[in-house]
């Protein structure tokens, strides 16, 4: 660098002020280009459409939809309260693709959770001592990653789902969870009417006294809150809880309660969390072969057991290595899920197709979409590096 | 004999309580489906689907009397990839027995399922591999040609399979040239993305990483089907063929994913070498084609063959714009009702099939890895 400024000064002035003016010209001509290739692409956009008789503008987003989607809420108002109610052929095309982003979202969230758990497992079972576990985990993360994410999903959508029993014939796991082609049905929650204000009052206290006794620190704090918060639960119960397990029943007209997972949603989410969590799996793996041996060796000499080691000594240092790794692959599967198409499952990429068919807008839908899955990497990114920072950063422990 | 065995087991299988356990648990539940498989696979599935639709599944609706072309095609792809092999693998007599003994079991097969001509075909196509292979590995002028010569055979491939239109193409085939176009185009575009990131020139580093991080947080998807569209709107006058505006999609895409191969490639590369290079009073252009992307291109190798595998996989997505590859044919395979029972067949020789070029591919680049972390040690 040293020699560089040296030599700069040795240019005579004239010819310094000629190098500053050509590069201020390079940036300029640079930009010029740049600027000039957009501007023709929008033009001759802009023309082609225009001869269709089209012109670039948003206002389709408030006209009705006229068709319908299979799953999918939207945000609405009752009154005055905000609520989320399912998509209808009366709704706008604005609503439309939140309804798809409402799909995208769901299964991006869910597959992002169930693929962090099993793809640690599976990571560790990699190199379990089980010489049979370590190659079938071996054998799953090596088939997941070698054939394309697409068939997996028709895979698991056409050959798995499509095969499962009939909707009156549903094969009851676990006593809750109904299986059938026309879904899956997860026990959910019912509010039952009869409950008053009171009950709901007292449940408020228990889950806030709950969640407070796990923020704050403290035993003495700890204790009495965990303590209100039973003595709230206790009263809530005995005056009528206001919640009910609303287990799915099978019925000769097909299954009804609980909480219903549509075919589509179910077929998307197996084949993106197995995918993921091979992804996830070998990000683990290869944070843990990163740790110096000798803490093994530490901890073995201290009398931990293996499973105590990895508990309390591995994981956790695995944990602070693997976020942003981690990041980019929540990043990925977000992306992934737009591979929904392919079976119907109506996401944000799916509804965007639809809309455009119908109006015949595809440049806008694209620069909404477009945006829509920046904000989501920029979103997921954010928070992975919020989490980062606190624990590695100079606040954290390491 | 029986102590060995007893050993590895107890060894492998029943060292602790807990893998005890897990064995006990697994080994049952292993046993079960491989038996469930292998009794599937032996004695109830149907493989004549396979032998009957062979055809469509390898180049979808290409005519029929036009298929020398698609074995031109064929042929010319083992011999570029025998050269590839030729660059990067020993013809050793392992390698050898191998490559010779799959060439012979896919001869085999196509020679039982279709007929005798196939099968010859076939073995003629792998011959001219291995003779490629060797051919390179052993003469320095074969090796100086290559590259040129891969470009040259990618233009046959075009030229000659061209004439019953891009509409025709369809099957194996398509997804494979599709990668190997897609592989070749994207990396000057790429390596121009990379030095334009790392440029001294502001406005180029600001439109450059604006366009590798626009596009790596958007979907393939998204980015084919739009330049798809877009492609007819900027030129209203001409059609062009799907296919070459699919390619063009996944070129944009995956040229960002390149870009980002390369930067680490080129932050790999010493400073002080350029540096060195600068006092030497080299030019920019010089430094950077000379010094700079030799050795940043030889670190990112590896990672280059493993894009391969990515671009092979998102080759499915075509469907989207209408194409037919593999995965598509053998969907409309299986939307025929006659074939509506023969589900697993299709999809488990799919699944097969993919596997294999997959895991070829993903061996190739773990290979070359590890070459190049024995070359600079």
């Known amino acids: 660098m040293t020699t560089q400024i040296a030599r700069w000064h040795h240019i005579p002035p004239t010819r310094r002020r000629f190098r500053v003016a050509s590069r201020w010209l390079l940036q300029a001509a640079i930009v010029a280009v740049a600027a000039g290739l957009v501007a023709w692409l929008g033009f001759a956009v802009r023309e082609a459409l225009a001869r269709k008789g089209i012109q670039f503008s948003f206002d389709y987003l408030g006209k009705v939809a006229n068709f319908s989607l299979s799953e999918g809420l939207v945000p609405s108002h009752d009154g005055n309260w905000p609520v989320l109610e399912p998509f209808s052929p009366s709704h706008n095309n604005l609503q439309a693709l939140l309804a798809g982003l409402w799909n995208t979202l769901k299964v991006a969230v869910s597959a992002i959770a169930l693929c962090t758990v099993f793809g640690t497992l599976v990571g560790v079972g990699r190199l379990s001592t089980n010489w049979l576990v370590r190659n079938l985990c071996f054998g799953l993360v090596e088939g997941v990653r070698n054939t394309p994410l697409l068939i997996q999903i028709v895979f698991w959508y056409f050959a798995v789902v499509l095969h499962f029993p009939p909707a009156n014939a549903a094969s009851n796991w676990l006593g809750g969870l109904l299986v059938s082609r026309a879904g899956v049905f997860l026990p959910g929650l019912a509010i039952s009417e009869s409950a008053g204000l009171a009950t709901w009052a007292l449940l408020a206290v228990a889950l806030a006294s709950a969640a407070a006794s796990l923020l704050l620190r403290g035993t003495r704090l700890r204790l009495s809150l965990l303590a209100i918060a039973a003595c709230a639960l206790i009263a809530t119960a005995a005056i009528g809880f206001p919640l009910d397990f609303d287990l799915p029943i099978a019925t000769r007209f097909g299954a009804r309660g609980g909480f219903a997972v549509s075919p589509e949603m179910t077929a998307l989410l197996l084949a993106i969390v197995v995918n993921s969590s091979a992804y996830v799996a070998e990000i683990v793996r290869g944070a843990i072969e990163s740790l110096p041996k000798g803490q093994w060796e530490a901890s073995a000499s201290l009398g931990l057991s293996r499973a105590h080691t990895l508990r309390d000594i591995v994981l956790p240092q695995v944990f602070r290595i693997v976020l942003p790794s981690l990041a980019n692959r929540y990043i990925s599967l977000t992306k992934d899920t737009s591979l929904g198409i392919a079976i119907g499952f109506p996401d944000l990429f799916n509804v965007y197709g639809t809309v455009s068919n119908q109006t015949g807008r595809n440049l806008e839908g694209v620069v909404i979409v477009m945006l829509t899955y920046l904000a989501l990497s920029w979103i997921i990114s954010a928070c992975m590096n919020a989490i980062n920072a606190r624990v590695n950063g100079p606040g954290g422990s390491r | 004999m029986t102590a060995t065995v007893l050993g590895w087991l107890r060894y492998n299988l029943f060292s602790k309580p807990f893998d005890a356990a897990l064995s006990l648990v697994v080994i049952p539940l292993l046993t079960w489906a491989v038996y469930g498989l292998a009794h599937w696979i032996l004695a109830e599935a149907h493989w004549e689907i396979i032998g009957g639709s062979l055809k469509v599944l390898m180049t979808g609706l290409y005519p029929v009397d036009q298929l020398w072309r698609a074995w031109f095609a064929v042929a010319t792809l083992c011999a570029m990839f025998g050269a590839g092999l030729g660059l990067s693998?020993?013809?050793?007599?392992?390698?050898?027995?191998?490559?010779?003994?799959?060439?012979?079991?896919?001869?085999?097969?196509?020679?039982?399922?279709?007929?005798?001509?196939?099968?010859?075909?076939?073995?003629?196509?792998?011959?001219?591999?291995?003779?490629?292979?060797?051919?390179?590995?052993?003469?320095?002028?074969?090796?100086?040609?290559?590259?040129?010569?891969?470009?040259?055979?990618?233009?046959?491939?075009?030229?000659?399979?061209?004439?019953?239109?891009?509409?025709?193409?369809?099957?194996?085939?398509?997804?494979?040239?599709?990668?190997?176009?897609?592989?070749?185009?994207?990396?000057?575009?790429?390596?121009?993305?990379?030095?334009?990131?790392?440029?001294?020139?502001?406005?180029?580093?600001?439109?450059?990483?604006?366009?590798?991080?626009?596009?790596?947080?958007?979907?393939?998807?998204?980015?084919?089907?739009?330049?798809?569209?877009?492609?007819?709107?900027?030129?209203?006058?001409?059609?062009?063929?799907?296919?070459?505006?699919?390619?063009?999609?996944?070129?944009?895409?995956?040229?960002?994913?390149?870009?980002?191969?390369?930067?680490?490639?080129?932050?790999?590369?010493?400073?002080?070498?350029?540096?060195?290079?600068?006092?030497?009073?080299?030019?920019?252009?010089?430094?950077?084609?000379?010094?700079?992307?030799?050795?940043?291109?030889?670190?990112?190798?590896?990672?280059?063959?493993?894009?391969?595998?990515?671009?092979?996989?998102?080759?499915?997505?075509?469907?989207?714009?209408?194409?037919?590859?593999?995965?598509?044919?053998?969907?409309?395979?299986?939307?025929?009702?006659?074939?509506?029972?023969?589900?697993?067949?299709?999809?488990?020789?799919?699944?097969?099939?993919?596997?294999?070029?997959?895991?070829?591919?993903?061996?190739a680049s773990r290979r070359l890895e590890a070459h190049l972390a024995r070359g600079s040690r």
Not at chain 2, 249 to 275: D, T
């Open chain 2, 89 to 363: 693998l020993r013809p050793g007599r392992a390698a050898l027995t191998v490559v010779a003994s799959a060439g012979t079991l896919m001869s085999a097969v196509a020679a039982s399922v279709t007929d005798m001509t196939s099968g010859m075909l076939v073995a003629a196509s792998a011959g001219l591999g291995v003779a490629a292979w060797i051919g390179v590995h052993h003469s320095a002028l074969g090796q100086r040609i290559v590259l040129p010569g891969l470009l040259v055979g990618v233009a046959a491939i075009f030229v000659v399979l061209s004439p019953p239109g891009f509409e025709a193409w369809g099957g194996l085939l398509l997804s494979v040239i599709l990668t190997i176009t897609v592989s070749i185009l994207t990396i000057p575009f790429g390596i121009l993305l990379a030095l334009g990131r790392q440029s001294r020139i502001t406005s180029l580093r600001v439109i450059s990483t604006v366009y590798i991080e626009v596009i790596r947080s958007v979907p393939l998807i998204l980015v084919v089907y739009w330049v798809w569209i877009i492609v007819p709107l900027l030129a209203p006058d001409t059609s062009v063929p799907s296919l070459l505006r699919g390619m063009a999609g996944f070129a944009l895409f995956f040229a960002a994913y390149v870009a980002e191969y390369v930067r680490s490639g080129l932050q790999a590369v010493p400073k002080g070498q350029i540096e060195a290079a600068r006092s030497l009073a080299m030019s920019s252009w010089a430094v950077n084609v000379d010094i700079v992307l030799p050795q940043a291109l030889r670190v990112v190798v590896p990672s280059l063959v493993g894009q391969i595998l990515d671009i092979f996989n998102g080759a499915t997505l075509v469907f989207i714009i209408g194409l037919t590859d593999f995965l598509r044919v053998g969907q409309m395979i299986l939307a025929d009702p006659q074939n509506s029972g023969r589900t697993y067949e299709i999809y488990v020789f799919l699944f097969a099939v993919y596997f294999a070029i997959g895991g070829a591919i993903t061996y």
